[in-house]
């Protein structure tokens, strides 16, 4: 019997290696870097941070279909074997991101996970492509938002839920699954870790296997 029929994933530093915003920095990199740590850590609201980064960066469509691809060649090891594995024996894979929603839907469709199971966020592009806002009303660019988004797809999820991520908007969640993983196989994040009930510290993610599938 299935421990769990659904598994969320987080999309940046746990199923891939990558912090897809600053991956797409470049002249402004270091304050990318420092205004994620600040958000993922807790110590910032992550609207706090959220436009700010995407002003700085300003991506076009192109670099975030780009992005996409960087995500799958920065796979976190395992990364295609848990979710194949999950999905043969019946788990519902999920990927739930604050990320940029035509990147985060293209490693999806590398890992085989249906579109109707991926939330993120979405961008809003001129004729041309160059970057010209982002989904200002999705849930997933405030804190709690990730807690607010699985609470409305309740009906869509199949209980017992567990959630696999790495920063504080995950564990924010908390409260709306049945079991919160801190992944901290990319980066390890001392508020996180120090309150998830369960860390895998990687660095890959066939740890989860055993938490999800029945013992052989």
């Known amino acids: 019997m299935l421990r769990f029929r659904t598994v969320i994933f987080d999309c940046d ?4 290696a990558l912090e897809g915003i600053e991956e797409l920095a470049t002249a402004h990199r270091e304050e990318i870097r420092r205004l994620t740590a600040l958000a993922m ?31 799958i060649e920065r796979l976190v090891p395992g990364a295609e074997r848990v979710v194949r594995e999950l999905q043969r024996a019946g788990v519902a894979v999920w990927i739930v991101s604050s990320g940029l929603a035509p990147a985060v839907r293209r490693l999806a ?6 579109e109707r199971q991926v939330a993120a966020v979405e961008l809003i592009f001129d004729a041309q492509g160059k970057y010209r806002g982002f989904d200002t ?7 709690g938002g990730k807690r607010q988004w699985i609470e409305r797809a309740r009906d869509q999820l199949s209980r017992p839920v567990m959630l696999v991520g790495d920063g504080i908007t995950d564990l924010e969640a908390q409260p709306a699954v049945d079991l919160f993983v801190a992944f901290a196989g990319v980066v390890r994040r001392p508020p996180v870790v120090s309150r998830a009930p369960v860390v895998l510290d990687g660095p890959g993610l066939e740890g989860l296997l055993p938490l999800v599938l029945p013992a052989a």
Not at 49 to 59: G, I, M, S, T
Not at 109 to 114: D, E, G, K, S, T
Not at 137 to 143: E, V
Request: glycine content about 4%; hydrophobic content about 40%; charged content about 25%.
């Open 13 to 16: 530093s746990t199923l891939s």
């Open 41 to 71: 850590d807790g110590a910032l609201p992550l609207e706090d941070v959220y436009a700010r980064r995407l002003e700085l960066v300003r991506p076009d469509r192109a670099a975030v279909e780009h992005l996409g691809a960087r995500y």
């Open 109 to 114: 469709r590398h890992l085989q996970v249906p």
């Open 137 to 143: 009303a999705s849930p997933l660019t405030r804190s």
